[in-house]
DNA sequence: ATGTCC
């Protein structure tokens, strides 16, 4: 059912070179070529293969024209001897490489503040709860490969007994109105205003993406993502939504924007490196300066996709408060993957938060624990050596991969009978036992949030065990 | 993270 007329394997047996000009052969094809037959295709390849100088003005070939003409590097940018000073909270519990990469980070010549997160571990380019803020400039990778990354909170006006009492109707709910997988898509789906905005038409790279975004609205994929249902803990009696302390039923997502975010940031990363070539151990740390055109277009594309992330949540929310004919008393959300314009320092600076709540002063979020360790809704301090920032989680002690070779099904099994959760599909690589301590965590960020309730999981839908995350 | 392209 692929849209792609032809692969990079098969770019390559034409005699295309290993490189950047495969993805963007690919991007027009899929593009402009959409009805052409292979024999057609594969024609035109050749004839801008042969002589990529006639198409370098080409309205539809330039960019691959372009890319076959061999041209001069440029200069490798070197990192700056002097890194900025930033804070660490929870070292204790942080391994070595997330630490070595954001000092990799801070020795940008665009990095003005950073921090760790107290959930910190070694991701790609950026640590995974690592925070970088720059000046005029943003880094793909330093907001990651699933843009938009988000949490969502509903808490409803549903009898907390029910949970136990109906849990039929609750598993039936997550099972048809949730939808997990790469790749997975509605057949039939609502719409939302997101899909028609003109961004889609007005960047290229989103036209090809728009239909696929149709039919992801409002699914899940795969990995660490899921759907739960499960008990909020109201303890703040100064709530902004004036609950009353006590219990009650809630849905909690964890989901991106899917394969848009992901095309989105693989295409942008791939310009920035061509663009600003860095010293080896750094060079996923590239950026595109906001005053080109690269960069305002990722900004822009980098803003839809967090749109999309959020259409997608609110849909999920949407289908299964209806499904249990709920009405919703409370909501709270936030992204954990992206960059923003904030103020520090007294000035503007584009913070990249990789896997980092944002927590400015009063600012609301979500900070999970496992499946069956609480998630906490906490209020942001406002606290400048975070960069208004807190974890995004537990954050793993193990991976994937040491995960599903050192605890067993048994084990599993057991430790989501004593907590009481139901799991529907999900692995071992997500098990429990694979993330740190929640208070652990919570405890050593006590000066960058404060606690206004909790959210046990007691049914939770995943995407059956899968290849990696982050 | 993503139906795995560089």
């Given at each position: 059912m692929s849209e792609l007329k032809m692969t990079g394997k098969q770019l390559r047996a034409l005699g295309y070179p290993q490189g950047p000009v495969i993805s963007t052969a690919i991007d027009v094809i899929a593009q402009h070529y959409a009805t052409a037959t292979a024999e057609e295709i594969e024609t035109v390849l050749a004839?801008?293969?042969?002589?990529?100088?006639?198409?370098t003005e080409d309205a539809v070939w330039a960019e691959?024209?372009?890319?076959?003409?061999?041209e001069e590097r440029p200069e490798i940018i070197p990192l700056r001897e002097q890194a900025v000073d930033y804070a660490i909270f929870g070292s204790d519990a942080i391994e070595e490489g997330a630490v070595r990469q954001l000092n990799n980070a801070v020795r940008l010549p665009v990095a003005v503040a950073g921090a760790l997160m107290p959930d910190a571990h070694q991701g790609y380019g950026l640590p995974i709860g690592g925070v970088l803020a720059t000046e005029n400039a943003v880094i793909p990778y330093g907001v990651g490969v699933d843009i938009g990354c988000r949490m969502c909170?509903?808490?409803?006006d549903l009898p907390v007994d029910s949970l136990t009492t109906k849990a039929g109707e609750y598993e039936k709910a997550l099972k048809n109105k949730t939808k997990f997988g790469a790749g997975a898509e509605w057949k039939r789906n609502?719409?939302?205003?997101?899909?028609e905005r003109n961004e889609f038409r007005e960047?290229?790279?989103?036209?090809?993406?728009?239909?696929?975004?149709?039919?992801?609205l409002g699914t899940s994929g795969s990995g660490n993502h899921f759907v739960e249902w499960g008990v909020v803990t109201i303890t703040d009696a100064g709530n902004e939504w004036g609950l009353a302390p006590g219990d009650y039923v809630a849905v909690l997502s964890h989901s991106g924007s899917r394969g848009l975010g992901a095309q989105v940031a693989g295409h942008y990363t791939r310009l920035a490196k061509e663009l600003c070539v860095l010293p080896k151990d750094a060079q996923h740390l590239a950026w595109l300066d906001l005053n080109t055109e690269a960069g305002q277009e990722y900004w822009l594309a980098m803003n839809l996709a967090g749109d999309y992330a959020s259409a997608c949540h609110h849909l999920i929310h949407k289908r299964l408060i209806a499904e249990m004919g709920a009405t919703m008393l409370a909501r709270v959300e936030n992204h954990h993957n992206f960059a923003w314009k904030e103020m520090h320092h007294?000035?503007?600076?584009?913070?990249?938060?990789?896997?980092?709540t944002p927590a400015g002063k009063g600012v609301l979020g979500i900070i999970p624990g496992s499946m069956?360790?609480?998630?906490?809704?906490?209020?942001?301090?406002?606290?400048?050596?975070?960069?208004?920032?807190?974890?995004?989680g537990a954050g793993r002690q193990m991976s994937r991969t040491k995960a599903i070779a050192s605890i067993t099904n048994e084990e599993m099994r057991k430790m989501l009978q004593d907590n009481g959760v139901t799991l529907i599909g999900g692995g071992l690589d997500e098990a429990p036992g694979a993330y740190k301590d929640i208070h652990t965590v919570m405890a050593a960020q006590a000066d960058l949030v404060e606690v206004v309730g909790q959210f046990q999981p007691k049914m939770v839908r995943m995407a059956d065990g899968g290849p990696a995350e982050d």
């Open positions: 004839k801008v293969l042969a002589d990529p100088a006639a198409y691959v024209a372009t890319a076959l003409i061999p909170l509903s808490i409803l609502d719409d939302d205003a997101v899909l960047i290229q790279i989103l036209r090809s993406l728009q239909a696929k975004a149709a039919g992801q007294g000035k503007e600076l584009i913070v990249h938060r990789k896997g980092a069956t360790a609480p998630g906490f809704i906490v209020r942001g301090k406002g606290e400048t050596t975070s960069l208004h920032s807190a974890s995004h």
